[in-house]
């Protein structure tokens, strides 16, 4: 049997350590305060860098994810993990996607800056974190009551290839369309001049922890959401393990540089409307379970040859968009005219597609 | 000989069915194929804290039988 060292209770521990200590060093160079990693706002960022959203503030093409592919994508191709694969209910996936980034554009975070925030001392997020569990947890009685998206198949190396290629587009454009001092737009691309967009650590020190990070991933199958979901449905604490390195080191990391605020009021990049911080966590709690993976997992499982994991990625992407076109999306000042709204219909429709799906009486 | 066919499914669906086989019967030999190397290491981590010994056959083409005894 292959030995995966970083598949080990120690090695799971010690990718989310490091990712933690990444995470505060990517806001020590420049990232916005409790969101060195964070992927619903970096798809976000992307989405509005492309100009699929006009929100002025929240426009950069986030390295990090970049890397994150591209660093599952090596990783796997270096162990022999690459798998292209697809066709398990695609468009459901992508349904899905939209559904997780609104929800998480509710609360402003996705799983990954829950637990960054946490380690701020944000305490709204508590409420957010407590979300993302109880939406995980109805996820794990659909899987008790049979629900399945159905089997994937083996699907052309080209459709698995086609995410990471994509990919490789952003970055191409990124390198060539670099930001202008001072100018919101490069070619094609749309920068942020003040704002979450506005804040990032320099080019190369992003891609290169994204890289890190998606390789780590890749091996270790880190996954914020799967933590939750094995614990509730099989008392398995290993994955569980990758989220309290991470929140440990990222605890312990902005400790140590004065980076650890505790309190409500005064976050940074949040608000304390924490009913809404909850339930937004739910509905996008609930998504990622269906789908199988928090928003980092899909980015690494697509790099990996999974094209229904580069769907959510996508849905995730237009969701994002979505979430500002249409005022769904919060801000520091607080909820969008219609949060509640998107945070209500998402969370329904997770319902009914995860009752569509069970398949045994 | 029980064979649990959890190809094309991803976690938690190939754990989840290692569990109704075990819980059906704890005790006669049975096999799992898996296709994936997170289902192949999940799988293999939920049988032997469930007393399993596991032994991984390549099949190829990405594929692993997992025989499961006692």
Redesign the interface.
């Known amino acids: ?1 292959k030995h ?1 060292i970083f ?1 080990t209770s120690v090695g799971i521990l010690l990718v989310g350590a490091v990712i933690g200590v990444l995470a505060i060093m990517l806001q020590k160079m420049g990232n916005p305060a409790n969101m060195g990693i964070c992927v619903a706002c970096f798809e976000r960022d992307i989405a509005g860098g492309l100009g699929l959203h006009r929100a002025a503030v929240v426009q950069y093409l986030r390295p990090e994810i970049m890397g994150f592919v591209l660093g599952s994508l090596i990783a796997a191709l270096a ?1 022999r ?1 690459f ?1 292209p ?1 697809g066709g ?1 209910s695609p468009l459901t996936r992508f349904v899905l996607g939209m559904v997780a980034a609104m929800g998480a554009l509710v609360f402003l975070g996705c799983p990954w800056r829950a637990i960054l925030r946490l380690a701020g001392g944000d305490l709204n997020a508590l409420f957010g974190f407590a979300g993302l569990a109880v939406g995980v947890f109805l996820g ?1 009685l659909f ?2 009551k049979g629900y ?1 998206l ?4 083996q699907q052309s190396s080209v459709t698995g290839a086609l995410f990471p290629l994509l990919i490789l587009g952003l970055l191409a454009l990124a390198l060539c369309f670099p930001q202008a001092e001072g100018q919101p737009q490069s070619g094609p691309l749309f920068y942020s001049l003040k704002g979450p967009g506005s804040m990032h650590a320099p080019f190369v020190v992003s891609i290169g922890c994204g890289l890190l990070i998606g390789m780590l991933a890749q091996r270790s ?1 880190f996954c914020t959401m ?1 933590a939750l ?2 614990l509730f ?2 008392k ?1 604490f ?1 994955l569980f393990l990758g989220i309290l390195g991470l929140f440990v080191a990222a605890f312990v990391a902005n400790a140590l540089t004065g980076g650890l605020h505790v309190g409500f009021e005064g976050q940074p990049v949040a608000h304390t409307d924490n009913l809404w911080n909850f339930l937004g966590m739910v509905t996008a709690g609930l998504a990622f379970a269906l789908a ?1 993976g928090c928003p980092g997992r899909q980015l690494f ?1 697509a790099g990996e040859g999974d094209s229904d994991a580069a769907l959510f990625a996508l849905g995730m992407l237009v969701g994002a968009a979505m979430a500002h076109n249409f005022g769904t999306a919060s801000s520091g000042a607080g909820l969008g005219p219609y949060g509640m709204h998107a945070t209500l219909i998402g969370l329904v429709l997770c319902l009914i597609i995860g009752f569509a799906h069970i398949k045994r009486a | 000989m029980r064979e649990i066919d959890t ?7 190939p ?2 069915m290692f ?1 109704e086989a075990n819980k059906a019967d704890s005790a006669s030999p049975m096999d799992v194929l898996v ?4 289902s192949r ?1 999940n799988v ?3 049988a032997k ?1 469930s007393g399993w010994t ?3 056959k390549d099949e190829g083409n ?1 594929i692993s039988r997992l025989e499961l005894r006692k």
Do not use: Y
Not at chain 1, 150 to 153: I, L, V
Not at chain 2, 7 to 13: A, D, E, K, T, Y
């Open positions: 049997m995966n598949a162990f993990e798998r694969r398990s794990t899987f008790r399945s159905g089997r994937s198949s199958r799967g979901r094995d449905l099989f398995q290993h199988g499982m | 190809r094309g499914l991803s976690c938690p669906q754990v989840l569990h296709d994936n190397e997170a290491e293999s981590r939920a804290k596991v032994t991984v990405g």
